[in-house]
Nanobody
Framework: QVRLVESGGGLVQPGGSLRLSCVGS????????MAWYRQAPGKQRELVAI???????NYADSVKGRFSISTISAGNTVYLQMNNLKPEDTAVYYC?????????WGQGTQVTVSS
């Protein structure tokens, strides 16, 4: 059974930084892409950043220049470095991975940006 486990969330002041980690396990097939989504209270889940097996990243316009996505360990671990955080970045952040069979989700980690 495939598992995605996130860590690294927490409370940070505006302008601060956090690094989220997501470790995948149990996958029989390699992940073709890994991504981070977020969902703020009362809002729909939205894509934050995605990286493909070719290490090509893409970002939501709202985080370009502030967030950076990267992978290691043959594509089973994905990070999200978040700099210059803003209150509007407050949300539950979810890790997402896709292989040739299906899409997988982690349980989410809370990020709160507040003074």
């Amino acid at each position: 059974q495939v598992r995605l486990v996130e860590s690294g969330g927490g409370l940070v002041q505006p302008g601060g930084s956090l690094r989220l980690s997501c470790v995948g396990s149990g996958n029989e097939y390699s992940f073709n892409a890994m991504a981070w989504y977020r969902q703020a209270p009362g809002k729909q889940r939205e894509l934050v950043a995605i990286i493909t097996s070719g290490d090509i990243p893409n970002y939501a316009d709202s985080v370009k220049g502030r967030f950076s996505i990267s992978t290691i360990s043959a594509g089973n671990t994905v990070y999200l470095q978040m700099n210059n955080l803003k209150p509007e970045d407050t949300a539950v952040y979810y890790c997402n991975a896709v292989d040739m069979v299906k899409l997988y989700w982690g349980q989410g980690t809370q990020v709160t940006v507040s003074s």
